[in-house]
Nanobody, 117 residues
């Protein structure tokens, strides 16, 4: 089992920045990659960014150049630095961990981000 707890969401003006954090605990040694998803009201959940256990990162086209995913393995943390935020970035952001055991995806509870225009 893997437990994930997000923090750092909130209200920010367009053009501003936020940093989301995700604390992982439990069977983290089996985690292959960490991900940030988001879901806006009335829209499908979107994979925003992924970082592998070796630090390789990938991003959705909609966030490239503005959002940066990083990880601190020593402290079992994953971050999402969000810059130049737009109103369309408003969503619930969820951290997820893909485990090699059972090829299972674990989820955090999500954190709300609201960008005012």
């Amino acid at each position: 089992q893997v437990q994930l707890v997000e923090s750092g969401g909130g209200l920010v003006q367009a053009g501003g920045s936020l940093r989301l954090s995700c604390a992982a605990s439990g069977s983290i040694f089996n985690i292959i990659d960490m991900r940030w998803y988001r879901q806006a009201p009335g829209k499908r959940r979107e994979l925003v960014a992924t970082i592998t256990d070796t630090g390789s990162a990938n991003y959705a086209d909609s966030v490239k150049g503005r959002l940066t995913i990083s990880r601190d393995n020593a402290h079992n943390m994953v971050y999402l630095q969000m810059n130049s935020l737009k109103a369309e970035d408003t969503a619930v952001y969820s951290c997820a961990a893909f485990s090699a055991i059972g090829a299972k995806l674990y989820w955090g509870q999500g954190t709300q981000v609201v960008v005012s225009s």
